[in-house]
């Protein structure tokens, strides 16, 4: 294995690949990030663009001494929000699933770095499905932070014992997500007991 497990478990409950591409020795897996958060500030930052131009206009002609100058953290929180929103829309993971090669890739990719993961064929001791304890960390209507609730994951588990998370989501969908996977790396997918059906 090159590479290291840790930097692919996921921030938040879930994450929900799709299928990419297809074939019979290969298997591309794709996330896109966190999109409604992006377009969320995407919205926000172009609404405030019509009120940060006349802003940045105002204080290039007048200074900061004239009317405007006291609304300068407009266009700086309009760029912050472009910023955040574009660094959302960056956000993407790959699975590689590749039959002739006999590799598993996975990418992790954003504006600013790359970080890759392989595991070979013969490093594989197991393909999991079962159920990580995810931490909440919202508190709701009085109730204390950081409870857990087990949320279903598929894993690939190494020779060495290192657990690589694959993917979260509904128990059906990696279900059907790990027969395919298993079909091409040769390992039968192995559901936990204690995984609700």
């Known amino acids: 294995m ?4 840790a930097e692919f478990e996921a ?5 929900g ?4 591409k297809e074939e019979e020795q290969r298997l591309e897996l794709t996330w896109r990030g966190p999109r409604f958060p992006a377009f969320l500030c995407l919205g926000i930052a172009l609404l405030l663009l019509f009120v940060s131009i006349p802003i940045v206009e105002a204080i290039r002609l007048r200074g900061f001494t004239g ?3 006291s609304l300068w953290y407009f266009p700086v ?7 955040i929103s574009f660094y959302l829309l960056s956000q993407k993971r790959s699975i590689v699933i590749d039959g002739v090669a006999r590799k598993v890739t ?7 770095r790359r970080i890759l993961l392989t595991l070979d064929f013969v490093d ?3 393909l999991r499905l079962g159920a990580d304890q995810v931490y909440s960390g919202f508190a709701v209507a009085g109730s204390s932070a950081a409870q857990s609730f087990p949320v279903p994951s598929l894993r690939l588990i190494s020779k ?16 059907t997500l790990g027969r395919r996977i298993g079909e091409r790396i040769d390992q039968p997918l192995d559901v936990e007991a204690g995984v609700a059906r």
């Open 67 to 69: 009317p405007a100058g």
């Open 124 to 126: 594989i001791d197991k």
């Open 106 to 112: 996975l990418i992790r990719g954003s504006m600013h």
């Open 160 to 175: 060495g014992g290192a657990s690589v998370l694959l993917d979260r989501g509904s128990l059906k969908r990696l279900e």
């Open 77 to 83: 929180m309009n760029l912050i929000l472009l910023g």
């Open 2 to 5: 090159k590479g290291n497990p």
């Open 17 to 20: 690949f799709i299928i990419a």
């Open 11 to 15: 921030i938040g409950n879930r994450l």
